[in-house]
C-alpha cells in the first residue's frame, strides 16, 4: 500500500465508514474522547460502536452512546472475564438491554479465547453457550470474539444455530476456509487493521476473496493500530487505512469499499439511515 506515513486515505462526500468494533469506554480515550469523534466526524467515520467486555464496561457503553449521537453501544461479557460471571449477572445484562434499547445493537463480544486462557476453557465454553442463548432471547446480533479456539468456536455456534439477528466474527484471525464456514453460519466477517501488515497474508487473502457484502471494517480500538500508524493508540480515524488496504486488495474504489462494509454494518446492527446527518 502506497501511503506515505502523513497521508490519510480520503473519501469524497457521499460516502462514510462505520467502526464495527471500538472499546471507547477504556482509559485511553478518557482525556480527549470529544476531540476524538470531531476528527472522526470529520474523516467521515458516521458510527462507532463501543463494545462491551463486562457489566461495568457495558454500563460505559451504554453511557458514551446516550452522550454521542454517533456512538452505540453492545452488551455483553468477555471470555477473559467470564470466571467472574455471578449467577444475577445475565439478568442484569438482560435489563440493560431492556431499559437501553435506543443505545444497544448487539450482545458481544463473547466467545473463546485459547491465547490468553484467563479463564479455563471449559468454563469459557459454558458462559458463550449461555450468552449466544440471551443474545438470541434479547434479539441481538452476536459479536464473537475467536482466538485460537476456531474449532469449538465454531462446534459451538453451529449447536446455537440459527441466528435470526445475525452476528459477527470480529478482528477475524482465520482462513479462507473458516470464513467460508463462518459465512454458511450467515455471519459477517470483521476486517481489523491487521490486514495492513506484512505478516497477515491469510486475512489479506480473506479480505480479497469474501464477498464485499459480508465484511465489515473496524479498528477494535485502542489495539491493533494499522500500518502506518502501528504501534500507536489506535482511533476510528484509522479505519481509513484498513478501508484503503482493503480497496487495493480486491482493486476497487475505496468508496466502493465504504459504501458496502456501511450498508452492512448499518443493517446487521439496525443503524437508522438518519445516522449518516448526524452530528457527533
Known amino acids: 500500500m502506497n501511503i506515505e506515513p502523513t497521508q490519510l486515505p480520503k473519501l469524497t462526500d457521499d460516502y462514510f465508514l462505520i467502526d464495527s468494533h471500538c472499546h471507547l469506554d477504556m482509559d485511553v480515550y478518557q482525556d480527549d474522547l470529544d476531540t476524538l469523534l470531531e476528527q472522526a466526524y470529520r474523516n467521515h467515520i458516521r458510527a462507532i460502536i463501543s463494545v462491551g467486555i463486562d457489566e461495568k464496561s457495558s454500563r460505559h457503553a451504554i453511557s458514551l452512546a446516550a452522550r454521542y449521537n454517533m456512538v452505540k453501544a453492545t452488551i455483553g461479557v468477555h471470555p477473559h472475564d467470564v470466571a467472574n460471571i455471578q449467577p ?4 442484569t445484562l438482560a435489563t440493560l438491554a431492556e431499559e437501553n434499547s435506543k443505545h444497544i ?7 473463546l479465547d485459547y491465547v490468553k486462557n484467563y479463564t479455563a476453557p471449559e468454563i469459557q465454553r459454558t458462559h458463550f453457550r449461555s450468552q449466544l442463548s ?3 432471547d434479547l434479539k441481538l446480533p452476536v459479536i464473537i470474539h475467536d482466538r485460537e ?3 469449538d468456536t465454531l462446534r459451538i455456534l453451529l449447536e446455537a444455530a440459527p441466528y435470526e439477528y445475525g452476528g459477527v466474527m470480529h478482528c477475524f484471525s482465520g482462513d479462507m476456509t473458516l470464513a467460508r464456514q463462518v459465512l454458511e453460519l450467515g455471519f459477517h466477517i470483521s476486517i481489523p487493521g491487521v490486514v ?3 505478516n497477515a497474508p491469510e486475512l489479506q487473502e480473506v479480505a480479497r476473496q469474501a464477498p464485499l457484502t459480508s465484511l465489515l471494517l473496524e479498528t477494535d480500538g485502542p489495539f491493533l493500530s494499522p500500518v502506518p500508524r502501528r504501534g500507536k493508540r489506535n482511533e476510528p480515524t484509522f479505519l481509513l487505512y484498513t478501508a484503503k488496504m482493503i480497496a487495493v486488495l ?3 474504489p475505496i468508496n466502493e469499499v465504504a459504501r458496502q462494509t456501511s450498508s452492512n454494518a448499518m443493517r446487521l446492527f439496525r443503524l437508522p439511515s438518519t445516522l449518516i446527518d448526524v452530528k457527533k
Open 196 to 198: 495492513t501488515f506484512k
Open 149 to 151: 479456539a476456531h474449532e
Open 250 to 252: 480486491r482493486d476497487i
Open 105 to 111: 445493537v448487539g450482545y458481544g463480544e463473547i466467545g
Open 88 to 91: 444475577q449477572t445475565l439478568d
Open 134 to 136: 440471551l443474545a438470541k
